[in-house]
């Protein structure tokens, strides 16, 4: 494909700023491991309270070899993917009704707001006594968390679609159906996208949470025990190991944003 002079030189610069941009950011990290590092090597700070980046590698190589740190990463992904994917579809699907029959959303649309501003860990007993201590009541805290934003996030962008295209349709005579399918959901990829990087930090969030109330396995486990016999190092092991869970989880909705928006 050819470049014009000043493509070549827009595409250089972009590239240039993308490289300052990650070597900033792999600097950042450095500077705030190697900071940490040295504070509690010369017990500056107490590495027993704060733990230190050469214990905490210790702890996830420990776990690693009794065989148990797969063991709760495994646990941990599978709930988030299944609670993410059913908010998603079920967010989608509730959308399109809401959508579709505009009474219903208004209906609907006070008990949404309610059940959103409702801290979800006090449902925690609630849901404990009806679905039992299980991984179905880790899934539901998740899902209460992420489908009403999920709800809320693609309906709005539904509701965004560019009136005048939707005249344009109806004057060809095509069916709501049609409109939905060819112009409206279409029209909303950039939303439904970021309904997705929102589901999935909050699908997270919902999982340790359900983890921390009823779970014998998973991240959210190893957290509440560390915090129980007042082990740091597996505290800290186990948000090290939740921020790359997210990171990797955000890397993948960021690839598929990529494909959907320039396909």
């Known amino acids: 494909m050819y470049h014009s002079k000043n493509q070549k030189e827009f595409i250089k610069k972009r590239k240039k700023e993308k490289r300052i941009i990650l070597l900033t950011q792999i600097s950042?990290?450095?500077?705030?491991i190697l900071g940490w590092e040295l504070l509690t090597y010369f017990?500056?700070?107490?590495?027993?309270?704060?733990s230190s980046p050469s214990k905490i590698m210790l702890t996830i190589k420990d776990l690693a070899i009794t065989g148990n740190l797969l063991s709760h990463i495994i646990t941990t992904l599978s709930e988030v993917l299944i609670a993410f994917t059913l908010g998603i579809i079920l967010g989608f699907i509730i959308s399109v009704i809401f959508y579709e029959y505009p009474l219903i959303a208004k209906i609907f649309d006070p008990f949404l707001t309610v059940l959103n501003s409702l801290p979800k860990v006090a449902l925690g007993p609630i849901i404990i006594i009806i679905a039992g201590a299980n991984t179905k009541s880790i899934i539901i805290m998740a899902l209460l968390?992420?489908?009403?934003?999920?709800?809320?996030?693609?309906?709005?962008?539904?509701?965004?679609?560019?009136?005048?295209?939707?005249?344009?349709?109806t004057t060809f005579k095509a069916s709501k159906t049609q409109i939905l399918s060819k112009l409206v959901i279409p029209n909303s990829y950039t939303t439904i996208i970021s309904s997705l990087k929102l589901n999935i930090a909050l699908t997270l969030i919902g999982v340790i949470t359900g983890e921390f109330l009823v779970s014998k396995k998973g991240i959210g486990y190893l957290i509440i025990y560390g915090t129980q016999v007042f082990n740091l190092d597996l505290v800290m092991s186990g948000i090290l190991?939740?921020?790359?869970?997210?990171?990797?989880?955000?890397?993948?909705?960021i690839t598929l944003e990529k494909k959907l928006l320039h396909h």
Do not use: Q
Request: net charge positive.
């Open 28 to 32: 950042i990290i450095a500077i705030i």
């Open 43 to 50: 017990e500056i700070i107490n590495s027993f309270i704060y």
């Open 145 to 169: 968390i992420n489908l009403i934003v999920s709800i809320t996030t693609i309906y709005n962008g539904f509701l965004n679609t560019d009136k005048t295209k939707i005249k344009m349709f």
């Open 241 to 253: 190991l939740l921020l790359i869970i997210s990171y990797i989880l955000y890397k993948l909705v």
